[in-house]
Every structure is written in C-alpha cells, then in structure tokens.
C-alpha cells in the first residue's frame, strides 16, 4: 500500500532522474527492480525489462550452498537469464566463504552481470541460518564472505543490507567492513531485520550510509510512486529500488522514469494487463518445466494483476481453485476482456 500521495505537484522531478554508475558499468537510470523470492524469475524480469527497462533487476535470492553441491533443480530454477531481457543482478544467500566464493564463480560463468550477497533476509530459515540478515551482527564473518566473493568474481559486487537495530555505531561498522572488503555498491532497505512492513521504512538510516560510504548507495523501502521515489532520493541515494510495487505492475519503473522526465505515459488497459499475466504464467510454465507449478504461481498473481479489473475479488476465487493452463487463459480472457 503506498503511503504517499501519488498526484503530480509542480516540482521538478528531472534532476532526480540521473544515471547511475556501479565499478565499470553505467546505466542510463537509476531505478532497479530488486529481488523477490517466489516472484523475481526470468519471466517476471522479462516483462519489468520490456515495459519499463530499469537500470538492471535482481533475480531471486540463490542458495550458494545449494549451488555449490551443483544441485541440477537450483541450476535450471535460477540460473536462467532470457535473451531478451536487460542486465540482470544475481543475489546469492550464504553462511560459508568456501561456498558463495564456488557460487559467484558458477554465476560469473552463467553469464551474470553482477552479483549481490543477501545481508537482509530475516526469515527465521535464513537468519537462523547464520545467513541474510544475521552477517550483519557477525562483521568478521560478514568480512571473510565478502572477501571470498571479491576474490572470485571480477563482476560489480554489491550487498542488500537492512539498518542496525541497536546504534549508528553498528551501522558505521558494516559500512566500514562493506568499504574495506571492495564492495561495489551497497544497497539499504530502511528497516532493521526486526521490523515488519508495518513500520515505515527508516529514510534517515539510507541517509546516514548515503553520508557514511563512498561507493554508490541504493535507497530501498515502500516506493510505489513518484512522490515517494522522490523522498528516497531525496536522501542521496545514487538509485532506488523498488521491490514489491512491482508485482503486477511491470511498466511501473517505466512510468515512473517518464513522470521523472515529464514525458507522457500510457498505463496498459485491462486487456493488455491479462495478455501480460498470461505472458508471465506461460513463461513460468516454459521455464519450470511445470504447468501445475506454474498455475499454482498464478494464484499469488493475481490479485496485483486484477487491480484493474472490476470482479477482482471473483476473479481471484476463481484463479485459486484452477489447475491448469488453458483454464487459466479461459478466466482470464472472461476477465480482462
Ligand atoms: C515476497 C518477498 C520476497 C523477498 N525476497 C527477497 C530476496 O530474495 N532477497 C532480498 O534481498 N530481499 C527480498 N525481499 C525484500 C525486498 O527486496 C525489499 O527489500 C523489501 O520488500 C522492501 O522494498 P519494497 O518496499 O520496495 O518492497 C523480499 C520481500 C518480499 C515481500
């Protein structure tokens, strides 16, 4: 749900829109769409690229364990990059040197343009894992993984870290260790690993390693609009990403780049919309190798996608109890249409 009031005021949002620079590698804009475990496949990275062509999109976070025993299910699940679609940043999750630096160097071979180490998963899977979120209460550990990521990969690091829970002398420590291992970038979701969405995100804690780091920051945290893309930037952040807002909306980045640029933009109708979720749980299907587990992915989308239609609610009902792909495309059509 977006906080922020999304009508035009008369201030000028060109000087907001910037391009951004990561080690050697220049982007025309400064929006990114982040990582989304579930949802941030090649086939939703796809459409984000064809309707909005962020700076680059993240894919799903990736056990580098997993991939490190060369788990052939993790291979064909997440290392997949279509060739249409734009520069793709690839999030490992880790707790062992040993193996993210084996991961990164089967992801630099993969053909990725740039790889991130999660700092900012919470759940209690991963976090209690000693991975995501908990390196960042462990920085010698935090440092030897970034150093073993360092060493083997000559693509742009970057690192998705929450803010401190406790003080900004911890938050002043992970960006000193962050700065010290070489990273390239650093991204920061305004919220300590603690905190649910229902806390607003914290812009005075991206502000504060915006001033603190010396390599690019990118801002993170509630986006869904011009008016709060413009607070985040407003922090200093070189880019901002927008994670959730994106689910459903796959031209959203682009709309916000053209208000940005004060140029028109058109929203898709409601028919273009269920030709997009259709696109999207056909490629799932393609790309899973499973119809059924893509059908089953479609339930989760499609109540961002129906934000357009009038029987929304109907329609979701309907999509929860469907098991197959030609149903899926029968509803839709009676749908959107
Ligand atoms: C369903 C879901 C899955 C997520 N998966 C990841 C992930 O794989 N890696 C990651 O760094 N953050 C993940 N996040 C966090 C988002 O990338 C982002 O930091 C957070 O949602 C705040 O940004 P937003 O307000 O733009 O959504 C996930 C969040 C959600 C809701």
């Known amino acids: 749900m977006c906080l922020f009031n999304s009508k035009l005021s008369k201030i000028d949002y060109t000087n907001l829109h910037k391009p951004l620079q990561i080690a050697n590698r220049t982007f025309p804009v400064n929006i990114i769409q982040g990582p989304l475990a579930g949802y941030s496949s ?33 291979r064909e699940r997440f290392l997949t990059k279509d060739p249409n679609e734009g520069p793709v940043c690839f999030q490992l999750v880790g707790n062992s040197a040993k193996e993210l630096a084996e991961a ?47 060493q083997s990969t000559p693509l742009p690091l970057l690192v998705k870290i929450r803010v401190a829970i406790d003080s900004d002398q911890t938050n002043i420590e992970i960006a000193k260790v962050i700065a010290d291992a070489g990273v390239d970038c650093l991204v920061v979701h305004g919220r300590n690993w603690k905190e649910q969405y229902s806390t607003p995100c914290r812009l005075d804690a991206i502000k504060f390693f915006v001033e603190q780091m010396k390599i690019p920051v990118i801002g993170n945290g509630d986006v869904c609009c011009l ?25 959203l980045i682009g709309k916000l780049i053209a208000e940005m640029e004060q140029k028109p933009f058109t929203i898709p109708l409601p028919e273009e919309v269920g030709k997009i979720y259709i696109a999207h749980v056909t490629h ?34 309907a999509i929860n109890s469907c098991d197959n792909l030609l149903d899926f495309q029968k509803l839709c059509n009676d749908y959107f249409w």
């Open 42 to 74: 090649a086939a939703f990275r796809l459409l984000t690229w064809q309707y909005s062509k962020p700076a680059f999109s993240y894919s799903e976070m990736i056990s580098a364990n997993a991939l490190a025993k060369n788990s052939r299910k993790t």
């Open 104 to 150: 990164a160097k089967i992801i630099t071979d993969f053909g990725a343009d740039m790889i991130d180490l999660n700092c900012g998963c919470s759940v209690p899977k991963i976090h209690g894992n000693g991975a995501g979120s908990s390196l960042l209460l462990d920085r010698p550990k935090l440092y030897k993984l970034l150093c073993a990521l360092r």
């Open 227 to 251: 008016e709060s893309l413009k607070k985040l930037l407003e922090t200093g952040s070189a880019g901002v990403m927008i994670a959730r807002a994106g689910v459903g909306q796959p031209w």
């Open 284 to 317: 799932l299907a393609k790309l899973l190798n499973s119809e059924k587990i893509a059908v089953l992915q479609a339930r989760k989308l499609a109540r961002p996608y129906a934000k357009c239609i009038k029987h929304r609610k109907e329609f979701c009902n």
